[in-house]
């Protein structure tokens, strides 16, 4: 996967970014944020600045309490070493939401749906309405 792909997928609504905090993808590891059409923030990714590596791509769905994540399968051992000396569960969206693990290519067919603000191709159930 590479960033010029999430950002035609996300249709290049970027809303936000800075340097990522965490070090288990290096020091030149940065993070994007996307906004939906309606100027929601939905989705993120992990790059590395100077290799244009995409680490991680998560989607989070505005008004669900649904969340999916894609992990760079060679730095999934890195994050996880992090996650346990961070004392986090690696797969928490938020409070008590939980990430859905998915691959590559489902996860740039969730950021251009989400970003577009259309659900219908998302399995999500009707316990995740917020």
């Not at 996300?10 to 905090?21: D, L």
């Amino acid at each position: 996967m590479t960033l010029h792909e999430i950002m035609i997928a996300a249709s290049s609504r970027v809303c936000g970014g800075t340097e990522y905090q965490w070090q288990c993808y290096g020091s030149d590891a940065r993070y994007i944020d996307f906004a939906d059409t309606d100027g929601l923030e939905f989705s993120s990714v992990v790059f590395d600045t100077k290799t244009q590596t995409v680490y991680e791509l998560a989607v989070n769905v505005p008004g669900y309490r649904q969340a999916f994540i894609w992990r760079h399968p060679d730095f999934e051992k890195a994050h996880l070493s992090e996650c346990q000396a961070r004392s986090i569960e690696p797969n928490v969206a938020w409070d008590d939401v939980m990430y859905e693990v998915v691959d590559d290519k489902t996860i740039l067919e969730y950021v251009k749906d989400v970003g577009e603000t259309y659900y219908d191709n998302l399995p999500i159930p009707p316990d995740k309405v917020a």
